[in-house]
Structures are given as C-alpha cells and as structure tokens.
C-alpha cells in the first residue's frame, strides 16, 4: 500500500518517484491510484495508474498530481479507467481541487486571491505556492486559461464571440483580444472559423532524422515537425489549422529547409528563422531559454526551471518542451533529466538520441579546428 511519504513525492513529481510510478503503472498498481494520474503524449489521454489499456512507452508519459493538471496540460480522461471518477487522497491535492473548483464556478468575476485564501482557510501565499507546486502554474493562469477552454467551446458549438466572451467571463472585447494572440494562437474571429482566412505554405523534406515538415506564416515559421510519412505530417498540420488555407510550396520554403538541414548536419548552427509560434506567457519564456543553450550542449529540466526564476516549475517546463511547436529551431531536444538521461521527446527519444549525438560531434569537430 502507498504511504503517506509516497503522496508527498507525488505532488512535485520528483525524479526518483517518477521511477516508482512508473513501475505501478507497468504493474497497474490499484494501491496507487488517487495519488498520481498518467498522460500519454501519443494518445492525448491521461489515465489512473490500474488503467487496463495497453500501456504506453516510458518517454510517452507525463505525471500529474491532479486530474485538473492533466487538462490543463490539454490531456482528456481515458473513458476505459475513468480518471475523474479516482478519489484524490492527498490532503493537499484534494484542497488544490477545491481551489479549481472554486475558480471554475466564479470565471466570470475577476480572480480575488484573497477570498479564496478566506474560503479555503490558507494564507494567500501558502495558497499559491501549493497551487503551483501542484498545478505547476499560478490561480491566475488557471482561471485566464480556464476561461479560454469555456469560449473555445462556445464558439465552437456556434455561439457568436460576443456572446462566448462573455459567458467566458471576459469582461470586455479588449481584455478578450489582449489574450488572444497568447491562448488562441489568432483573433476570436478567426479561431471561430477554424483559422479560416489564415494562409500557410508548407514543404516536406527528407532528412537524417526520416522527413521534416516546415510549414510558414507571412510572419515566420509556425510549425517544424519530424516524422515518417508525408501523410502524418501534413494531416498534424491541417488537424491544427483546419480551416487555414494550407498549400505545399517548395520554392517558397527553399531558405528556411536549407537553414534547418545545414544546422542538423552542424553547418549552420545559429540559423536567423524569424517564428509566428503561440503559447502562453510561461511556454514563450521557456522556448526562449531553450534557445540559449549553446550548441553541442544540454541543460536538464530543473536548471531551465531555475534560469526562469521557477525553481519548482521543473514539470511544467518539461510540459512546455513536450508542447514546443517548432523543432530543432527551438531546441526542446537539448533538455535532458538531471541523471543525463535524454528523457522524452515529441518526435521520439530515438530522434532526441541521434540530435545530441552529432551535435555534439561537430561541436567537437569546430573546436578541434579553431
């Protein structure tokens, strides 16, 4: 049976007990199931660690503490094992859900930490830093994320913007356009139609890695992707922008698949790519540290967590990676756990493997030269 030392650990998910979750899920350990939820990046779903499905691969998991912490990170229940469904037995976990619960009935007013931390018998301090170390983002984050789900689902069911945006709790037509760029990765108007207006010339090249996918805005590259069928790849992208006016130009790309091609083979190491990426506020702080790490080099996920004034935000970075939208040009694979070991990797560990590897060669190589 799990102790009490075991829920501890799994509220900061730390990297030892990631070894011990790991093993409840291979073994599908009834014992643990309350006390830490899994999510498969390949299937979207997050599951209790006794799920009966087939089990995923060890670099395809994530580990939440909390079920809302797993659709925060955009996982959905497994309707198999039924997540939702799992008593939470964490005294801290359970005071944590109380608080989302809390912010999920009251979106339409402005977040009032201080009457939470009223409700819930907790300094406002203490509140936020469980809420985080739990959630791994702020009660703000929360609620302004929550808020873009509840209008995301609104207009999609075909309510106007005017009227989602307010049953969302934004108080204004400013405060919604504020946000928008960040959350919704275009304006409220084009999100409602799917990305409809939006046009985005792609191309698809082979590489040492199998096939790379490029794909571009007016503004930059909005997407760089690995795979091993065309077909894959470009069906990731229209499932992202399904209304976008997507169209195959090799000539348009020519530049940017020459830049990435040569930074793979360590000719061009530092590419000049301008990006039309969106993310939150925390992601865009996370990708723009990945992007300092020099060539031929890694840093684990604490030390980006640390870089970025969050110490404790070790997850939520390794979210943030798992989320990044433009490979190599932001290098997510330079991220490795504190052990050395590569760790996961959207593409695949076996890719993130075979990048470090000659990076580091011809990082070896360029110093031997000078």
Same mark, same amino acid.
């Given at each position: ?158 309510? $106007?913007?005017? +009227?989602?945006?307010?049953?969302? *709790?934004?108080? &204004?037509?400013? #405060?919604?356009?504020?946000? @928008?760029? /960040? ?116 840093? $684990?996920?604490? +030390?980006?967590?640390?870089?970025? *004034?969050?110490? &404790?935000?070790? #997850?939520?970075?390794?979210? @943030?990676? /798992? ?48």
């Amino acid at each position: 049976m799990a102790n009490s030392s075991n829920i501890r650990i799994a509220t900061t998910a730390a990297a030892p007990a990631e070894e011990w979750f790991w093993q409840a899920i291979r073994t599908r350990d009834a014992d643990y199931d309350g006390l830490f939820y899994y999510g498969v990046r390949t299937t979207g779903v997050y599951c209790r660690p006794s799920c009966a499905s087939r089990q995923p691969r060890r670099e395809n998991v994530l580990f939440f503490a909390l079920p809302e912490a797993a659709r925060q990170a955009g996982f959905r229940a497994c309707l198999r094992c039924r997540p939702d469904e799992t008593a939470v037995r964490d005294p801290q976990a359970e005071l944590t859900q109380s608080l989302c619960r809390l912010i999920d009935q009251h979106l339409e007013e402005p977040l009032n930490i201080a009457a939470l931390s009223e409700q819930v018998k907790l300094s406002q301090f203490h509140l936020q830093r469980l809420f985080k170390k739990l959630m791994g983002i702020t009660p703000r984050q929360y609620a302004e994320a929550r808020r873009a789900d509840l209008f995301k689902t609104r207009v999609k069911a075909g309510q $106007s913007v005017t +009227e989602a945006m307010y049953e969302a *709790g934004y108080g &204004s037509s400013s #405060r919604l356009y504020e946000k @928008a760029a /960040a959350q919704l990765g275009m304006t409220p108007a084009t999100y409602r139609k799917g990305g409809k207006g939006m046009r985005i010339n792609y191309t698809i090249a082979e590489c040492p890695l199998g096939l790379l996918l490029v794909a571009v805005t007016d503004k930059g590259i909005c997407s760089v992707t690995l795979g091993d069928k065309d077909e894959d790849l470009t069906g990731g992208l229209r499932a992202e922008f399904p209304q976008a006016d997507i169209a195959r130009d090799e000539k348009r790309l020519q530049t940017q698949v020459r830049a990435l091609l040569g930074r793979l083979e360590g000719q061009e190491p530092h590419p000049d790519l301008p990006l039309d990426v969106q993310g939150t506020a925390f992601q865009k702080r996370v990708w723009e540290e990945l992007r300092r790490i020099p060539y031929g080099q890694t840093a $684990s996920y604490g +030390e980006i967590a640390r870089r970025i *004034g969050q110490p &404790s935000a070790t #997850r939520a970075v390794a979210r @943030a990676c /798992a989320t990044n939208p433009a490979a190599i040009v932001t290098p997510c694979h330079r991220v490795v756990r504190e052990n050395g070991e590569p760790g996961g990797y959207r593409w695949g560990v076996e890719r993130k493997r075979r990048l470090l590897e000659k990076e580091k060669s011809a990082s070896l190589k360029r110093a031997a030269k000078q």
